[in-house]
């Protein structure tokens, strides 16, 4: 029997897990990323946006509480590997390449790691799509119901 597969999730799908709303469990009840015994991945970056994204909306402490609980079911990736710092490398100047020179330098990061790492990366926005099949495995999840509305093949 095959393991289930690796997912590194990106920032937005952490946030809507924290938020225990519509989004997060929807994702949870289709890929079960809390009950698996493959934790999920998120990249060290994923921790820092996610915890800015909580004060500058000025979550309460009880919110916060709960988006670092959430951060703590999830292995994070240093970035600071030298694999992922030339994947890094390889995916800014392919997406410079193609005309997506403004992808952000966090979202590239987290490219890397799921790259490097061979995991099918989690998201609800479209700053990966031009990477998907040719660089990494993708999901996308709509960020209204928490449906699948992309999976790579």
Request: glycine residues 6%; charged residues 20%.
């Amino acid at each position: 029997m095959n393991p289930p597969p690796l997912y590194l999730l990106d920032t937005n799908i952490v946030i809507h897990y924290s938020r225990g709303q519509t989004v997060g469990k929807q994702v949870e009840a289709d890929y079960s990323l809390l009950t698996t015994p493959y934790r999920p991945l998120i990249c060290v970056v994923t921790q820092g946006e996610a915890l800015a994204f909580a004060r500058k909306r000025s979550w309460g402490a009880g919110k916060i509480a709960a988006l670092k609980h959430i951060l703590a079911q999830f292995v994070a990736v240093d970035i600071s590997d030298p694999q992922i710092i030339e994947a890094y490398a390889d995916l800014d100047a392919h997406s410079k390449s193609i005309g997506r020179d403004k992808m952000g330098k966090n979202d590239l990061r987290i490219a890397a790691v799921a790259q490097v790492s061979e995991a099918t990366l989690m998201t609800t926005d479209g700053d990966f799509d031009h990477l998907a099949e040719s660089h990494l495995q993708l999901i996308r999840i709509d960020q209204n119901t928490g449906a699948t509305l992309y999976k790579s093949p």
